[in-house]
């Protein structure tokens, strides 16, 4: 088994020196010899030499050199020449095979080409542990695989080990996010991955996690194989039979998660205007905070209106209380929960003082700048809206304009009454699934529904305008009283026109609107497309479309087997499906503590190109694509290196395709050609 693994360790070419203007070299450093030898036993020596064929270079070496078992001083590792040193600085352990795994930071000085997968072992005591651990690290809400995060494993089966003890024997994931655990001692073993921040190999609840709930136990065993030679044009030359040594298990699929775990405390309180309170707190939290106010002691019982983030995180007090509104300093009495020393969640009671900060004359100036600039941005906006296109137009634009200034007599000195801002934010163009959406500058006291009309017209050929019933002005959320939603019942392809009257919305420090009027022309069914993904899947599930970005453009639960995505706007997709085990509707995390894993992710394995005016209908088995496989390549960000020579390697791999399509392809241990023959 030994001499098996040296002589695949010593088996490459070495690199051949070619004339200038000749072939690229591409071949990696060939490893020659060592000080001590490889899988040398009984070894004493705290430093090691490697030797190589040629002048080398170490890449990234702090991310890619893992040395087992865990050491706690950080070993010296160097390259000078065709040598490379390590120097372990910790102390030898009896009776212990020691890996010093490189991954592929080893490269020849003149190209950058690297000694992928290359490890170095020896032992201290009379024998060498020789199994292996293998598998991929992917992130678990979207399946990019998690490039240089440890692996390791534990002999000490609790619960416990993972948090109190450092690895027994780590590897670090490649840049396709497998790892090789290597030299391991037989028995039994847990195993996790860990984005391990303070590099103490043990976790802490903010780190990133992987674990497996069940005991592994690896093994090994021969078979005899059949190995494929191929010609430099990757033709098969000759098969030949040998015996090779296996090791398990090999296929360790581990989802990597953060437990979104956060302390909670207040992170910072204060006053940005006289009606306004603001409080931020460092965790998201399903309790609100308690406000009485200390001074001045003389207030409305009701004194405020609350705007915060869903999650409560972020806390907005609209000071309705005039007197406090003039009040320079209030101080408040807040009660709220705060993570003690012990991790735990417990009320704090804290006396908080909000002074309202005043103002310096250049920021005074800067802010008036910045007003200005805004009115006559808005009043730009205005005139270009109303400002007639057509030519034949223009007079009675001019003098309707001129009528306007008479009337209000010529005077531009005159104060405009300070209003509202509210404003439709909708455009012209109107999605025919979505509602209307309007943003308020301070929080509504009352709207008047009545005086809010809504007419249409069919097409745009119609000349007349027919009444059409408004849906109702309502609170977008009910946690933010900034926003408001008009969920209409749109016709498609129709032309609708909106006025909501003047002073018919009013905030609560009595601001009213100006008139607002928008036209608004909806979309025709044959503007978009229908997507239906049917899935061989019947439990609690959703699938959400994505863009090139991988972000979520729309989600839909699975219903009877099947998700549907009506009146999409075409374009290239992606889909993703989320396992969703308690029916909430959002992709949950794991927690270790509770031993519980994130929910499961898949991918559809290709991009979904939607057009105009068509149904797109694809079935879905989730489980046919292996895992990391499954997400595209277009939209995954953690990619493998680009290695040199990668691209005439895929050249002539091309070539050889088009010369000859019965050609074998490689399927893990097996070759497969067109006619699904087996070598």
């Known amino acids: 088994m030994m001499a098996a693994a040296a002589s695949a360790l010593l088996c490459a070419c070495a690199n051949i020196g070619h004339p200038e203007g000749g072939p690229r070299d591409v071949t990696p450093p060939v490893f020659v010899g060592s000080t001590p030898k490889l899988y040398e036993l009984n070894c004493k020596k705290n430093k090691i030499e490697l030797q190589f064929d040629e002048i080398v270079q170490l890449k990234d070496q702090s991310k890619k050199v893992v040395v087992s078992p865990v050491q706690h001083d950080a070993p010296k590792i160097s390259a000078l020449g065709k040598k490379v040193t390590i120097e372990l600085r910790d102390t030898l352990k009896p009776n212990t095979t020691y890996t010093i795994d490189f991954s592929d930071a080893i490269e020849d000085n003149n190209e950058g080409n690297p000694l992928n997968d290359f490890a170095f072992a020896f032992s201290t005591g009379d024998s060498i542990d020789s199994l292996q651990i293998s598998g991929m690290v992917l992130r678990a809400k979207d399946l ?28 670090r994931t490649n840049d396709k996010g497998q790892f090789t ?41 021969r078979k005899e194989t059949s190995d494929t030679v191929f010609t430099v044009k990757h033709k098969v030359d000759t098969v030949v039979n040998n015996v090779h040594t296996f090791f398990t298990p ?59 983030s869903e999650h409560n995180d972020t806390l907005n007090y609209w000071i309705t209380d005039t007197n406090l509104v003039k009040t320079d300093s209030l101080m408040i009495e807040a009660r709220y929960l705060h993570t003690d020393s012990t991790d735990h969640l417990t009320w704090q009671n804290d006396t908080l ?41 223009e007079d009675d634009y001019a003098e309707k304009m001129a009528l306007k200034k008479k009337r209000e007599g010529g005077n531009d000195s005159i104060p405009e009454m300070k209003m509202l801002g509210f404003n439709l934010k909708s455009g012209s163009s109107q999605e025919v699934n979505l509602p209307l959406q309007f943003e308020s500058d301070e929080p509504i006291d009352s709207i008047n529904q009545a005086a809010i009309h809504l007419v249409m017209k069919k097409t745009a050929k119609d000349s007349v305008w027919t009444d059409a019933t408004p849906a109702k002005l309502e609170q977008a959320s009910p946690y933010n009283p900034l926003y408001y939603v008009m969920k209409q019942k749109w016709e ?21 609107n100006k008139t607002i009027t928008q036209q608004i022309t909806v979309k025709s069914l044959d503007e978009y497309a229908n997507l239906y993904l049917n899935v061989n ?59 519980l894993q994130p929910e499961e992710v898949y991918y559809f394995p290709k ?40 691209q005439q390697t895929k050249k002539n791999t091309d070539e050889e395709d088009e010369e000859n399509t019965n050609n074998p392809v490689y399927t893990g241990n097996k070759y497969t050609d067109s006619q699904n023959r087996t070598y």
């Open 144 to 171: 990019e695989p998690m490039q240089n995060v440890i692996v390791g494993i534990h002999n000490n089966l609790a619960d416990s080990a993972f948090t109190t003890l450092p690895f027994d024997r780590i590897a």
């Open 181 to 221: 655990i290597r030299s391991v001692k037989g028995g039994k073993y847990r195993i996790y991955a860990l984005n391990d921040v303070d590099n103490n190999y043990k976790f802490a609840r903010s780190e990133d996690l992987a674990f497996l709930g069940d005991v592994i136990v690896p093994s090994s065993y």
């Open 250 to 308: 090999n296929d360790i699929l581990l989802s990597m998660f953060n437990e979104d775990y956060k302390s909670q405390y207040l992170v910072k309180h204060e006053r940005p205007e006289g009606r306004r309170l603001t409080m931020m707190f460092g965790a998201p939290s399903d309790t609100l905070p308690t406000m009485k106010i200390i001074r001045p002691a003389k207030h409305e019982k009701n004194w405020y209106v609350l705007q915060h």
């Open 353 to 393: 003082n909000f002074n309202l900060k005043k103002l310096t004359k250049k920021q005074k100036q800067e802010k008036a700048k910045v007003e200005k600039e805004k009115k006559k941005k808005q009043k730009d906006a205005k005139k270009k809206k109303s400002k007639p296109s057509g030519r034949k137009d």
């Open 492 to 512: 498609p392809g129709a032309i609708y026109k909106i006025t909501i009257d003047s002073m018919s919305v009013r905030s609560i420090y009595g601001l009213m």
């Open 537 to 595: 899947l019947r439990d609690s599930a959703f699938v959400e479309l994505l863009n090139g970005s991988d972000a979520v453009v729309r989600a839909s639960q699975v219903k009877n087997g099947t998700a549907a995505f009506e009146n999409v706007t075409p374009g290239t997709y992606y889909a993703r499906l989320i396992k969703d085990k308690n029916g909430n509707g959002k992709w949950d995390t794991g927690n270790y503590n509770e031993r």
């Open 607 to 646: 991009k979904i190109t939607l057009k105009k005016n068509w149904d797109n209908e694809q079935t879905w088995n989730i489980y046919i694509t292996a895992v990391d496989k499954q997400k595209p390549e277009e939209i995954k960000k953690n990619k493998p290196e680009s290695k040199k020579g990668d």
